[in-house]
């Protein structure tokens, strides 16, 4: 009973998207922090241990992309960088006016299939890893050991499991003393969970667009 209710309480699905200039087993952030890929197996580590997730989806657009999704080896994760170890990831293209590239070519057709999904989509995973074609991003995609993710296939894993998707929503102004019915089974008896729900009555007279 208690493990259901811990279920119900973590975060079932994530995805985790990064992007930036990196290197051999590194990523920078505006040139003045990085994170290495050490830390980072051992965050999703850490992670697994604590049960804050089913299944994350870790996306990764840098230079050696690969050399940060290699290393994972916590289960039910899937892992993948735009590059390999050893080779740059490509801009796309550029905004001639501030003279600077705008968009990466990986990142640029994640996000030309990404836009594409509705919420009723039934585009597997599988679907968008055909996206990243070497011709077209000029770059060879690096995957993490798909065999650590153990619940299912790719061709069976939604898009929608991890992007655009839409939850239904319950709002109540108390907190109910039976269990919800009528809805998913992930929503749960309220009383079991620390959880206050405050009355919306409360913010009635605040103006929430006072600009």
């Known amino acids: 009973e208690r493990e259901r209710e811990r279920e119900s309480e973590i975060l079932v699905k994530s995805n985790f998207d990064v992007s930036g200039h990196g290197g051999d087993g590194f990523l920078k952030f505006q040139d003045t922090e990085e994170m290495n890929a050490v830390e980072l197996v051992d965050v999703f580590q850490q992670m697994h241990e604590k049960k804050r997730y089913n299944e994350l989806l870790f996306m990764i657009d840098t230079c050696q992309a ?3 999704v290699l290393p994972i080896y916590s289960p ?16 796309h293209h550029g905004d001639h006016e501030i003279g600077v590239y705008v968009i990466d070519r990986w990142t640029y057709y994640t996000l030309e299939f990404l836009e594409k999904v509705q919420p009723n989509s039934k585009a ?3 679907d968008l890893f055909r996206v990243f074609s070497t011709a077209d991003i000029r770059s060879t995609p690096q995957y993490s ?15 929608t499991d991890f992007f655009g998707s839409v939850r239904q929503t319950v709002v109540f102004n108390q907190i109910p003393d039976e269990p919800v019915k009528n809805h998913t089974n992930s929503l749960e008896s309220f009383s079991r969970k620390k959880v206050i729900l405050e009355s919306t009555e409360i913010f009635s007279d605040v103006d929430p667009f006072p600009f």
């Open 76 to 91: 039910n994760i899937i892992g993948v960088g735009s590059s390999t170890v050893g080779q740059d990831s490509l801009s």
């Open 66 to 68: 690969g050399s940060m």
């Open 124 to 126: 597997k995973l599988e």
């Open 145 to 159: 050991n798909l065999k650590l993710f153990r619940n299912r296939r790719l061709s069976d894993v939604l898009i």
